[in-house]
């Protein structure tokens, strides 16, 4: 099944991708797959291990 969108917005989204996903402590984070489009990927990816933030989550690609 093809995927809808990308989990930050209403772009269709490039791929699913391996991501982390914390709150606060960076070393408390959940791994998980998320979809995400082209734009939402560089910027995750920018976010480097600061993360890239969305509502309360910081979110960065791989999980380590
Ligand atoms: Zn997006």
Redesign the pocket.
């Known amino acids: 099944m093809p995927i809808a969108r990308?989990e930050?917005?209403q772009?269709r989204p490039r791929d699913e991708f391996a991501v982390s996903r914390w709150t606060v402590d960076p070393e408390d984070r959940e791994r998980l797959t998320i979809a995400?489009?082209a734009?939402?990927l560089k910027r995750v990816q920018k976010g480097g291990d600061r993360g890239y933030e969305h509502r309360g989550f910081r979110y960065k690609t791989g999980f380590w």
């Open positions: 990308c930050f917005c772009d995400l489009c734009r939402h």
